[in-house]
């Protein structure tokens, strides 16, 4: 897994589809549902009629842990749910990136809310990181 300042993303050998299963999987493992799926590829065809390579936003949404940061300020839910992408790139390799709700958070400037920025994050790096890196990987 590859981390950088806002998010964490792997390579695949998995198709797109199955590493659209994989993920969605491994964030329910997490507490994660998926609340709202956005094709781009679809998207973009029927809005511009402009072809992209396969390219999907899930919005993953922890609701315990939404809640509390909702509680805290309500304003967070402008930075909610948090995106994983799955997308082919140009060599035609699944990527599946997730978001860092620590640097998500951080513009926020409110420290009561890192608690809840952290575990959130280590729960989408466990996904990550749980993310088979074949099929044959895959249970």
Excluded: W
Excluded at 52 to 72: D, R, S, W
């Amino acid at each position: 897994m590859e981390q950088h300042d806002y998010g964490y993303t792997v390579q695949t050998s998995l198709d797109y589809a199955a590493a659209i299963a994989a993920v969605t999987a491994a964030l329910k493992q997490e507490g994660f549902g998926v609340l709202t799926t956005i094709d781009m590829q679809a998207t973009f065809k029927a809005k511009l009629n402009a072809d992209i390579a396969p390219y999907i936003i899930l919005g993953a949404c922890n609701p315990p842990l939404a809640q509390q940061a909702l509680t805290v300020d309500p304003e967070i839910g402008l930075l909610l749910p948090c995106n994983v992408i799955v997308y082919l790139n140009d060599a035609g390799q699944t990527i599946i990136s997730a978001i860092n709700p620590e640097a998500m958070f951080r513009i926020m400037h409110r420290d009561d809310l890192t608690v809840i920025a952290q575990e959130v994050a280590a729960r989408l790096r466990r996904v990550m990181a749980a993310l088979p890196a074949s099929a044959d990987e895959m249970p």
